[in-house]
């Protein structure tokens, strides 16, 4: 953890802040960072209460900083300035939203996922969330054509060269060089590059599309978990910027950290995100699957 700096940034949601330091508290952190945007919505008494609990809870994290904005960045300044900030102190960053929810299991994958990259020599970028909601401690990783950025890390060099600023981009052009965007689906490229004109369009109206954008124009590689050990809490929310819509059927976030899961419902939840694995076509071997079955009987 000495050269991972840990970033927790929010607006707006001194609740969910609070939450997500009630389960970094009980984490052996050494660089933490929480960087809160700005603007009149977000100076309030419960935020400065919110602060208050944060320095009286994670006393013991040896490096930890706390940042309030006097104005409102909005999300996709305050977001990506701050990521750029963390990484020019630390090799690696893992990065957590306010509406968040991390498991148990959260940081020991976060972390086990960036030695597979390095001991590999991969840049790439690691993935908390997966449509499958059974958080193992010892979790299987899976090549992913999409980034999943609820809880995720990454290294100051895969992030190098990345701006939600595509104007000055050549989508095709770039995109064409990419082994790859050549090895997807004529009808994922075609998605993927109706949504690259959109940002490039409107570079604020989000940050994620223009991170995909970047894994894919560079090869970047992308891991994901079998097994999802994050949750989105943001859905439903008014104050969200982006999940404010119901919350989808795939993600259910009252499986994470709860190990009373039957064999049923394991069973039950194998069947039916089955096939969102195969919609999104991510790359998972068939040891891949032999070991959800071998874990499904063992427990």
Same mark, same amino acid.
């Given at each position: ?6 970033? +927790? ?15 970094? !508290? ?8 929480? &960087? ?7 100076? /309030? ?19 930890? $900083? ?5 104005? =409102?960045?909005?999300?996709? $300044?305050?977001?990506? *300035? ?5 990484l *020019? ?12 929810r991390?498991? @148990? ?26 449509p ?12 992913c ?7 995720? !890390? /990454?290294?100051?060099? !895969? ?7 595509? *104007?000055?981009?050549?989508l ?5 060089? &990419? ?11 075609? *998605?993927?590059?109706s ?17 995909l ?25 008014? $104050? ?17 950290? =709860? ?11 194998l069947?039916?995100?089955f ?11 068939? &040891? @891949? ?6 874990? +499904?009987? $063992?427990?």
């Amino acid at each position: 953890m000495d050269d991972v700096g840990v970033l +927790l940034v929010g607006y707006s949601r001194p609740d969910l802040l609070t939450n997500r330091i009630h389960e970094l !508290a009980s984490v052996n952190l050494v660089n933490l960072y929480i &960087s809160i945007d700005g603007g009149e919505l977000s100076h /309030t008494t419960e935020m400065e209460n919110f602060k208050i609990l944060v320095k009286n809870k994670l006393a013991f994290i040896p490096n930890l $900083r706390i940042n309030h904005e006097r104005h =409102n960045l909005g999300m996709v $300044r305050h977001l990506t *300035s701050k990521i750029t900030q963390v990484l *020019s102190k630390h090799n690696y960053i893992i990065v957590i939203e306010d509406d968040v929810r991390l498991s @148990k299991a959260f940081f020991p994958n976060m972390l086990n996922g960036l030695n597979y990259l390095e001991n590999r020599k991969l840049v790439g970028v690691v993935c908390g969330w997966s449509p499958l909601p059974i958080p193992y401690i010892k979790n299987k990783w899976r090549n992913c054509k999409y980034v999943y950025l609820w809880g995720w !890390a /990454t290294s100051k060099y !895969a992030w190098k060269g990345y701006s939600y600023d595509l *104007s000055k981009e050549n989508l095709e052009k770039n995109l064409v060089k &990419s082994l790859r965007w050549s090895k997807s689906s004529n009808h994922q490229r075609a *998605s993927w590059l109706s949504k690259f004109k959109k940002v490039k369009e409107l570079p604020l109206s989000t940050w994620d599309y223009q991170y995909l954008y970047h894994c894919i124009k560079n090869d970047h590689h992308i891991l994901a978990p079998l097994f999802s050990i994050t949750g989105n809490q943001g859905f439903e929310d008014e $104050r969200a910027v982006h999940t404010k819509g119901i919350k989808p059927r795939f993600i259910q976030n009252k499986l994470l950290n =709860n190990r009373k899961i039957t064999q049923t419902s394991r069973l039950f939840t194998l069947i039916v995100y089955f096939f969102d694995l195969i919609y999104l076509n991510d790359s998972i071997f068939v &040891s @891949k699957l032999k070991s959800i079955l071998n874990n +499904l009987k $063992r427990h």
